[in-house]
């Protein structure tokens, strides 16, 4: 996955300001004179917490009050839920969501690509070699879609492949996963090959 493909459009942005709701404040009257700490949504906030899951705090005054003087945590990382990602379909789906706010490695791609379940073009379901397509920045790419509905309409068919069963097939060409989606990844064939090595190890 270039670094160009990690910069792909985020459906939203993180509340900077979080709503203050009842359990806020009646944990705030349980707790005067300390602060009300914002916890990301996909954490449960009595569980293990890393601090780049903070969102941030508010004060709470003597009399158990919230002060409306939130504090924003500038390590704050948003997780896909909080920025209104779509609910993904797949470990692939979920962990290109993952890459993309900064929550997992982009080098934990290429063996979950190998192992998923890819839609890619084919003039018929029974054709048996892929065929390219030159991206915007004039590079020929495989692309591949994780589920049936992102599909292109003008496409003729398509036909189901493993990411391994397309490895060999590439030809040195990248495997463009989602190309159109919201969330997408260019993934280079060495990429692939080294992830199949390290496996056989």
Known sequence: MSGD????????????????????????QRNPNSWLYVIDEAFDPDGDVPDWAVVGAYPV????????????????RPSPQALGFPTPDGELE???QLVRTGHRRVSDLPPVVLRSTLYVYAVSPDQDNLTGFYDKR????????????????????????????????????????????????????????AAVRRRRR
């Open 138 to 193: 004039g590079r020929i790419v495989v692309p591949a879609y994780t589920r049936r509905s992102m599909i292109p309409a003008e496409w003729p068919s398509s036909r189901t492949l493993t990411g391994r069963q397309i490895l060999p097939q590439l030809a040195g060409h990248p495997l463009a996963i989602n190309p159109d989606g919201l969330v997408t990844a260019v993934v280079p064939v060495e990429h692939l090959e």
């Open 5 to 28: 493909d990690t910069d792909k459009v985020v459906p939203g942005k993180p509340r900077r300001q979080p709503p203050i709701t009842d359990s806020m404040r009646a944990n705030a």
């Open 61 to 76: 005054n003597a009399r158990g009050e919230i002060v409306t003087d939130f504090h924003p945590n500038e390590d704050y």
């Open 94 to 96: 979920e962990l290109l």
